[in-house]
């Protein structure tokens, strides 16, 4: 009932009136990212979601223009690709911020697994074996508050397993706990696209 019904009405009601409440922040973030390095504001990157179905992640852009597009461990140093105002976005997470469409277009919730890009085949493949991709993919979720991309692709997938198999209120509320903890602390911050 809750994994069904009650979770995709709060996701969307609750991705509304955040977007509402950082409506102006985004705008600014949009300016600044535009005016502050070459290339669009928005990163736009097909993801694998529910059903490994793709869809179109949104997302702030952080890195330079020219930065290749690799899994996150592929690069040699992350942080010589990063914007002086991505940098600040990526630590803050408010690069985050254009997600909220995506959960108020049904492609994402707030907790899940991470949407994969194709460089992550691996672990695609591992969470259609297990079951994980049969719920949708969140802002965050419990691979991301056990070690995100410092853990392997078989404890990440098996994670991912984990949460489709016992997704419920009280586990959300943990995970977002976790998370603005580790936010707030500013762990593993640059491990993720």
Known sequence: MYGKVIKPILDKVMALILIVVFSIPMVLIFISVKISSKGPA????????????????????????????????????LNTYLTPLGKILRESSLDELPQL????????????????????????DLRQKSGADRVLPGITGLAQ???????????????????????????????????LTKVFRKEGIYKER
């Open 101 to 124: 469409f995506n959960i108020l277009l049904g492609h994402m919730s707030f907790i899940g697994p991470r949407p994969l890009a194709e460089t992550d085949k691996t672990v695609i």
């Open 145 to 179: 508050v056990n070690g995100r991309n410092q853990i392997s692709d078989e404890n990440k997938a098996e994670l991912d397993s984990q949460y489709a198999d016992s997704v419920s209120f009280v586990l959300d509320m943990q995970i977002i706990i976790l998370t």
């Open 42 to 77: 928005v990163f736009k990157q097909k993801r694998f979601g529910k059903d490994t179905t793709q869809f179109v992640l949104y997302k702030f852009r952080n890195m330079t223009y020219e930065a290749p597009i690799l899994a996150n461990r592929e690069f040699d140093n």
